[in-house]
């Protein structure tokens, strides 16, 4: 699925009304606690992806690769 940079505009600001409304001013969930959700942690990381280029997620992986030592098994793949 394609999104534009603006269905992820929209998204990221519903994303922000959804925890003011879940906080309620104090009276609701409290914001660390909402924060923390891993539900919102993961769909923050899959969003920040989207609005990503191509060769900015390339450079991404290649560094988490890197860090994880997995980068020579990559690169054997990517020469195959």
Same mark, same amino acid.
């Given at each position: 699925?394609?999104?534009?940079?603006?269905? =992820?505009?929209?998204?990221?600001?519903?994303? #922000?009304?959804?925890?003011?409304?879940f906080? +309620?001013?104090?009276?609701?969930?409290?914001r660390? !606690?909402? #924060?923390?959700?891993?539900?919102?942690?993961?769909?923050?990381? *899959?969003?920040?992806? !989207?609005?990503?280029?191509? #060769?900015?997620?390339?450079?991404?992986?290649? *560094?988490?690769?890197? &860090?994880?030592?997995?980068? +020579?098994l =990559? &690169?054997?793949?990517?020469?195959?």
């Amino acid at each position: 699925m394609n999104m534009s940079p603006r269905q =992820c505009s929209v998204l990221e600001g519903s994303l #922000d009304l959804i925890r003011q409304f879940f906080h +309620a001013s104090g009276n609701g969930l409290r914001r660390n !606690y909402l #924060d923390r959700s891993a539900e919102l942690i993961s769909l923050t990381n *899959a969003l920040s992806l !989207y609005t990503q280029t191509t #060769d900015s997620l390339i450079k991404t992986f290649i *560094a988490t690769q890197t &860090s994880q030592g997995k980068y +020579a098994l =990559c &690169s054997s793949i990517l020469l195959l």
